[in-house]
């Protein structure tokens, strides 16, 4: 159960929140004085941040747009980012 809790606290949090907790711990991780079991269970954490924080940035990728011009080179629209226009 508390392992369910923490994947739905991960998925409810921000791109900022994940990457500031991701760099956390990797800090620890760098400095080398957190105990095994601890390393291992943070370890765990950072790879759930780390995927959190990818699924995030795919998903504003997705969302990105460009501008289209006019003839005259004033903004017309919007099409998608890896669209055929």
């Known amino acids: ?3 369910k809790t923490k ?3 991960i998925t409810a949090m921000s791109f900022e929140a994940a990457m500031a907790e991701l760099e ?3 800090a ?3 400095k080398g004085d957190v ?3 601890a390393s291992i269970n943070i370890y765990e954490r950072g790879e759930a941040l780390r995927a959190r924080c990818d699924a995030l940035l795919k998903k504003a990728e997705a969302k ?3 501008i289209t011009l006019d003839g005259d080179g004033e903004p017309a629209g919007t099409q998608p ?3 055929d226009g």
Request: proline share 0%; charged share 50%.
């Open 1 to 3: 159960m508390a392992d």
């Open 7 to 9: 994947k739905e606290e």
């Open 24 to 26: 956390q711990i990797v």
């Open 28 to 30: 620890a991780l760098e």
């Open 35 to 37: 105990e095994l079991e």
């Open 64 to 66: 990105v747009e460009k």
């Open 81 to 83: 980012l890896d669209g």
